[in-house]
């Protein structure tokens, strides 16, 4: 049978697409992952080591941290992955380790080297004890544990709980009923974990999942019992060997099978009254916090930003917003906290990040106090206090306010002259000047075209016009073209502002153009002391430049506390305002 001319062109651009070598984008990166944290001494524990970015490595990985264990290859595998036009390609190296000893051990960094640049992936922590010995279930194909990484512990501090399946027969439609207790919650770590392991020195497959566990009042509590249901499939009515030996093409539908663990003790004691803090907020774990002032020179005026960063292992919920105390000439600005958090093998960690724009209005050094934070630390069972650092803002003079600079358009400076200048002539006009009648005179050929008299006709027309327009606009002086957008001003603005909703940045600009037209200035920043003394200076009464000043002051911290891009509606009295002002200069 013979293939088409097109099909067996198809195949072969297909064949070369799989035999040539695809560039791979991309950033390199390498990543150690174990398939569980806790093993016996007669377990065997898999490690894959991923490096994506690259189809190959220049050498084998160099593995960290593994002396006590016996470690055999178990093969490598390359992937690519083409989405949206960008290959990706990854390559992964499989090894299995045998511990030779029990004890917690740092597994990792494994170094590998691509294109001569040598990549680190990063660290994992295993705990190797030593094999769980028989409690009556040894024999059993499909049991249930579960433990506490610990017994005892405070209000709001957390423990590990930890479920293990163990099973040597086929199972299917897992499902896992958690007992509800009463101030107490459980917060699943992770997604499930399978992996295999020995026990009493049988082989098991092994389900785990992880919770933690936190209570919230003092008391003696029992977990449990705990119970999975699931369905075990029947092995004996298949025949022995061949394709269909295998429980996916079982057409048997299973045995219901429910398996409980034992019910554990938990003893949760309060929270010691000694040594606790006055602004102690119910924070438990491990915590540390750091801060941060950017820029920390800065001129009047100007804005600098504190950041504060609050992170650690605990109920990182309840990690309270500091605020920092009234400083003499510093304007501050609290941004909103952001909190996030992360369910890891350990527990619940997390991060809260609080920054604060400080605006000062003058100059010298400027003395930021420490921020405190105090927890009840898990580790040494004892309440403890962070600081931060004292931080200096420096504020350099800033630059002369504009206000004080202002010109009236049209007012000569003492001193300035005025000269007159010379026509310059910069260019002609395409078409000649027509200066007689007779130019426009019908000639003998009468084959014009009908659009070119059409122009011929209107020209006169519109030289007219043009030089009408030039003249009035030229003989218009500066002051006369000012008062015409000082009658104006108030309803420019007016149309401005009623036609749309403004953001706080786009109305001090709206008030800042109003002000500018209406007595022919050029102010290019606008501060609410510098309106407040231009409306004064011009005659308006104290009580409506006060008013002016307040209106802007509303906006400008609106624009420092982080709402700048929020639009607000114009009704809180500024059309009133305006319209005030121009009574008062009638």
Not at 109 to 133: C, D, I, M, R
Not at 275 to 303: A, Q, Y
Not at 375 to 395: C, G, N
Not at 412 to 420: I, L, M, N
């Amino acid at each position: 049978m013979r293939l088409k001319p097109g099909r067996n062109f198809f195949k072969f651009l297909i064949l070369c697409f799989l035999l040539c070598p695809c560039p791979a984008f991309g950033d390199i990166s390498v990543t150690l992952k174990l398939d569980r944290s806790e093993a016996t001494l007669l377990d065997t524990v898999r490690m894959v080591v991923s490096v994506s970015g690259t189809r190959k490595s220049e050498s084998q990985p160099v593995l960290k941290g593994t002396d006590a264990f016996q470690i055999t290859p178990g093969g490598t595998s390359s992937r690519i992955e083409m989405i949206n036009g960008k290959v990706n390609a990854s390559i992964e190296f499989t090894y299995f380790l045998r511990p030779k000893q029990s004890g917690t051990f740092n597994i990792g960094p494994v170094e590998v080297t691509v294109k001569g640049k040598t990549f680190q992936s990063n660290a994992e922590k295993l705990a190797v004890v030593a094999p769980q010995k028989a409690t009556g279930k040894d024999s059993e194909p499909l049991f249930l544990s579960t433990e506490l990484s610990s017994k005892e512990i405070f209000v709001e501090e957390q423990t590990i709980f930890i479920l293990k399946l163990y099973r040597r027969v086929n199972v299917r439609t897992i499902s896992l009923n958690m007992p509800d207790i009463e101030n107490v919650k459980l917060t699943q770590l992770g997604k499930p974990r399978e992996y295999q392991s020995v026990y009493n020195g049988l082989a098991y497959q092994v389900l785990e999942v992880k919770y933690a566990m936190v209570a919230s009042k003092a008391g003696e509590y029992v977990i449990g019992p705990i119970r999975m249901d699931m369905t075990v499939l029947q092995s004996g009515r298949r025949s022995p060997g061949g394709l269909f030996d295998d429980p996916f093409f079982s057409f048997s539908p299973g045995r219901p099978v429910s398996v409980a663990a034992d019910p554990l003790a938990l003893k949760v004691l309060p929270l010691p009254q000694e040594g606790r803090p006055s602004e102690f907020s119910g924070l438990v774990g491990r915590f540390h916090m750091t801060s941060e002032l950017n820029p920390d020179h800065v001129k009047t005026g100007e804005s600098a930003t504190l950041t504060v960063i609050i992170e650690g292992l605990g109920n990182v919920n309840l990690i309270p917003d500091l605020s920092i105390p009234d400083i003499e000439h510093l304007k501050i600005y609290a941004d909103q906290p952001a909190l996030n958090s992360t369910e890891g093998p350990e527990g619940i960690r997390g991060s809260k990040i609080m920054k604060w724009a400080m605006v000062p209005d003058t100059d010298g050094q400027l003395i930021l106090p420490p921020l405190v934070l105090s927890y009840f630390d898990t580790a040494s069972r004892e309440y403890k206090t962070l600081k931060t650092v004292s931080h200096t803002l420096t504020v350099l003079p800033g630059a002369a306010p504009e206000a004080q600079s202002l010109v009236v358009a049209g007012e000569r400076q003492k001193g300035e002259t005025t000269e007159k200048q010379s026509v310059k002539e910069i260019g002609r006009d395409i078409l000649p000047i027509h200066s007689s009648i007779k130019d426009f005179t019908a000639s003998s050929h009468h084959h014009f075209r009908e659009w070119f008299l059409f122009i011929i006709l209107f020209a006169p027309v519109m030289v007219y016009m043009g030089l009408y327009f030039a003249v009035k606009f030229r003989g218009a002086s500066p002051e006369a073209l000012s008062r015409g957008r000082a009658k104006k001003a108030a309803r420019v603005f007016m149309r401005r502002c009623r036609s749309q909703e403004l953001p706080p940045d786009e109305m001090i600009l709206t008030i800042k153009d109003y002000l500018n037209d209406r007595f022919g200035l050029s102010i290019g920043v606008l501060t609410p002391n510098e309106a407040e003394a231009l409306l004064i200076a011009r005659g308006l009464r104290p009580e409506t430049a006060e008013k002016m000043k307040d209106i802007l002051k509303r906006l400008e911290d609106a624009i420092y506390t982080g709402k700048g891009e929020a639009y607000c509606r114009l009704g809180e009295g500024l059309p009133e305002v305006v319209q005030q002002v121009e009574k008062e200069l009638q």
